[in-house]
């Protein structure tokens, strides 16, 4: 069984910093994308940024320049560093994981159970 442990979400003002975290449960065989998605409220969950198993990172544009995602393979951790906070980044932060456990299983997604942002002064 596998758990993505997210911590770091709350209540900050606009302009504003958060920092998330994500954890593995449990060592991978092979990770191959880990990164962050957000859903708020009445709108689809959206992709916010990942990063590659080789260190290439894909950002939505409305956080470009602001958030940086960062990740420890060794640990299976992944950090989202959120600057400039706006109202409109209010929003539930899911973690997500793709990989395989072992060298014999499939591929697949993993989440964790969300972690509230919210911006309002």
């Known amino acids: 069984q596998v758990q993505l442990v997210e911590s770091g979400g709350g209540l900050v003002q606009p302009g504003g910093s958060l920092r998330l975290s994500c954890a593995a449960s449990?060592?991978?065989?092979?990770?191959?994308?880990m990164g962050w998605y957000r859903q708020a409220p009445g709108k689809l969950r959206e992709l916010v940024a990942v990063?590659?198993?080789?260190?290439?990172?894909n950002y939505a544009a409305s956080v470009t320049g602001r958030f940086t995602i960062s990740r420890d393979s060794a640990k299976n951790t992944v950090l989202l560093q959120m600057n400039s906070l706006k109202p409109e980044d209010t929003a539930v932060y899911y973690c997500?994981?793709?990989?395989?456990?072992?060298?014999?299983?499939?591929?697949?997604?993993?989440w964790g159970q969300g972690t509230q942002v919210t911006v309002s002064s």
């Open positions: 449990r060592r991978f065989f092979r990770v191959n994308v």
């Open positions: 997500n994981l793709n990989g395989e456990t072992t060298p014999w299983a499939p591929a697949r997604d993993y």
């Open positions: 990063v590659t198993s080789g260190d290439t990172t």
